[in-house]
T-cell receptor
Framework: AQSVSQHNHHVILSEAASLELGCNYS??????LFWYVQYPGQHLQLLLK??????LVKGIKGFEAEFIKSKFSFNLRKPSVQWSDTAEYFC????????????FGSGTRLSIRP | GAGVSQTPSNKVTEKGKYVELRCDPI?????LYWYRQSLGQGPEFLIY????????DSGLPNDRFFAVRPEGSVSTLKIQRTERGDSAVYLC?????????????FGAGTRLSVL
């Protein structure tokens, strides 16, 4: 079955700490991968996406993610987090055969201590 | 420009009642999607429109749920005989077309509470 697994439900970090949020997916065929972010009181926003090409993708606000096809993973990273990064982060996937249907993970809540 | 607009932002209803949730997509976007997000979960796909027609309604949980998009722009998600388990945030998204590379842009959602 098609699915996305996010390993951490809640991550708490201090400012300037490095961040890595895990994401693994199960999906046959060609895929797109996404990280969406939802800041408190705001709507879901696209943070970054992988369609093809360089497996290391850079997004907004200093975030990056690496697609490792052999591990079916798309982990999100940031070298130094800020208090304003406090949000819920969702990993997601869609496939060439069903591009309209994005499958989301259950999300990781990130709390940054100032 | 304006993003995806959803109304109302909050809806409280009683078990057994009928509700309608509205979505106004980004101007010019031909594809429109509905998702449902339960507490502690990620969004789950419900239905997708390309133009006026529902191209994929495989995510609708049962026949109490129905959606329309009569003029290819605004869409309404309709829920009959609401149940407490329908309580969730209902999200709408739109994209320029329905291509593999198209990005879906999400609205703020309607929080539905069924008492």
């Amino acid at each position: 079955a098609q699915s996305v697994s996010q390993h951490n439900h809640h991550v708490i970090l201090s400012e300037a700490a490095s961040l890595e949020l895990g994401c693994n997916y199960s999906y046959g065929g060609t895929v797109n991968l996404f990280w969406y972010v939802q800041y408190p009181g705001q709507h879901l926003q696209l943070l970054l996406k992988y369609f093809s090409g360089d497996p290391l993708v850079k997004g907004i606000k200093g975030f990056e993610a690496e697609f490792i096809k052999s591990k079916f993973s798309f982990n999100l990273r940031k070298p130094s987090v800020q208090w304003s990064d406090t949000a819920e982060y969702f990993c997601a996937v869609n496939g060439y055969s069903s591009a309209s249907k994005i499958i989301f993970g259950s999300g990781t809540r990130l709390s940054i201590r100032p | 420009g304006a993003g995806v607009s959803q109304t109302p932002s909050n809806k409280v209803t009683e078990k057994g009642k009928y509700v309608e949730l509205r979505c106004d997509p980004i101007s010019g976007h031909t594809a429109l999607y509905w998702y449902r997000q339960s507490l502690g979960q990620g969004p789950e796909f419900l239905i997708y429109f390309q133009g006026t027609g529902a191209a994929d309604d495989s995510g609708l949980p049962n026949d109490r749920f129905f959606a329309v998009r009569p003029e290819g722009s605004v869409s309404t998600l309709k829920i009959q005989r609401t149940e407490r388990g329908d309580s969730a945030v209902y999200l709408c998204a739109s994209s320029e077309s329905q291509g593999f590379m198209d990005i879906q842009y999400f609205g703020a959602g309607t929080r539905l509470s069924v008492l």
